[in-house]
């Protein structure tokens, strides 16, 4: 069966599914998106998914025609419509089509598209033994807390991973620290306490690292958020990546230095499985 995509309101298969050519999602990036986890045919965590992506268009003054309600209707059907059990919707606004000129267009509806897409779950063998990283160079701009679609320097750092043979990367960015992972955020567990940098225009405000540092209070694990160096990660009992996809992942190898004994560790494992508890009470 062919993916049923939403396309400025109407639902479409996705050999029609089009935007114009004049797209400026297309000419400069000028958008937004947001990813959301279907489990069981039911969204985890839709409303604050939908909350965001209203927040980042605000934030580069998208005027947005849709009330949250109707864009989490939007999403409900084209899950619908795709019988969508355990994957993603993808939702992407951009500023609209117009002759293209930098400063924004004067009169021109946003684009609204979403999608469903198959979860890219890392592997069983990745869960079971841990991720592999490196570090790259941040390049990013300073408005890493968007979800924007211009992903360029994200794109490379995928790649850079993929042609390293590794399984992500960790933006090490210069004078701050190590930020993030290629796609998720980042903590590290060290003699008793987890870590995480604290929201910044370094970061994505993950949805999923807001739920972790919630999970994390649940099982009585001391959380601290402070910015931290690429020795501090190399010197951690544990590292884990969050994110809608990942949810919780074991890190094990960063720049083929094994972190702690090299296998996921205890802390991973009880964040993981009460983050899956959440998952369970949510959509089963
Ligand atoms: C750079 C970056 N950081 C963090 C995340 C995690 O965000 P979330 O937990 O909302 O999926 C993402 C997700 O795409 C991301 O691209």
Redesign the pocket.
């Known amino acids: 069966m062919e993916r049923i995509f939403y396309v400025n309101g109407k639902y479409l298969p996705a050999s029609q599914a089009v935007v114009s050519a004049e797209d400026r999602g297309f000419n400069f990036g000028d958008g937004v998106y947001e ?1 959301v986890h279907w489990y069981n045919y039911q969204p985890f965590l839709l409303e604050e998914h939908v909350e965001r992506l209203i927040q980042s268009a605000s934030v580069i003054k998208i005027d947005l025609p849709w009330s949250k309600e109707e864009l989490i209707d939007i999403a409900i059907e084209t899950a619908k419509q795709n019988n969508l059990k355990d994957d993603y919707i993808y939702m992407q606004i951009s500023r609209g089509a117009a002759i293209r000129q930098h400063s924004f267009p004067d009169s021109t509806q946003p684009t609204l598209v979403m999608n469903s897409q198959p979860s890219a779950k890392p592997a069983k063998e990745i869960i079971q033994k841990g991720a592999r990283v490196i570090t790259i160079p941040d390049i990013r701009w300073l408005h ?1 807390d968007i ?1 924007a679609l211009s992903a360029l320097a ?1 794109v490379l750092a995928k790649q850079a991973a993929k042609e390293h043979s590794v399984d992500d990367v960790l933006y090490d960015r210069a004078g701050v620290g190590v930020v ?2 290629g ?3 980042i903590f590290y567990y060290k003699e008793g306490k987890l870590y995480t940098p604290p929201l910044s225009p370094y ?2 405000p ?4 807001a739920k972790v540092i919630e999970v994390a209070k649940e099982c009585n694990i001391p959380l601290e958020e402070k910015v931290f160096s690429l020795k501090e990660v190399l010197d951690a009992d544990e590292v884990m990546l ?4 990942y949810e919780v992942l074991s890190v094990t190898e960063v720049n083929g230095q094994k972190i702690g004994r090299g296998v996921p560790g205890d802390i991973s494992k009880e964040l993981l499985q009460t983050y899956t508890k959440h998952v369970k009470e949510a959509c089963y």
């Open positions: 990813v890493c979800k994200n993030e992972g796609s998720s955020n970061i994505f993950g949805i999923t690292r969050a994110s809608t996809g």
